[in-house]
C-alpha cells in the first residue's frame, strides 16, 4: 500500500509543536506524525497490535549499496 499524499489546515502552533517533537526524535514531520498515530490507533484498539508504518519505499539507500559493492 502506498503512502497517501494529502493536506490539512492546522494551528501553526501545532504545526511548530509537530516539527520540534520531530527533531526531538530525529525524524521527519511526516514519519513523527505516521508514528504517533499509528501509536494512538493501536492503543485504541483500531489498529492491530503488530501494526507497522510503512518503511522506506523509496527503493532504500543505493548509496551504501554501491559502497559495499564497490568494496567487494
Known amino acids: 500500500m502506498p503512502r497517501k499524499r494529502i ?3 492546522i ?3 501545532i504545526s511548530d509543536l509537530i516539527a520540534q517533537l520531530a527533531r526531538q ?4 514531520r511526516n514519519r513523527y506524525l ?5 501509536q494512538v490507533g493501536i492503543r485504541l484498539g ?9 518503511g522506506e519505499t523509496r527503493g532504500g539507500d543505493r548509496k ?3 559502497a559495499k559493492e564497490q568494496a567487494e
Do not use: C, M, Q
Open 7 to 9: 493536506t490539512y489546515a
Open 11 to 13: 494551528d501553526e502552533r
Open 25 to 28: 526524535e530525529g525524524i521527519s
Open 34 to 38: 505516521e508514528k504517533h498515530f499509528a
Open 46 to 54: 483500531v489498529l492491530p497490535s503488530n501494526f507497522e508504518p510503512l
Open 64 to 66: 551504501s549499496a554501491e
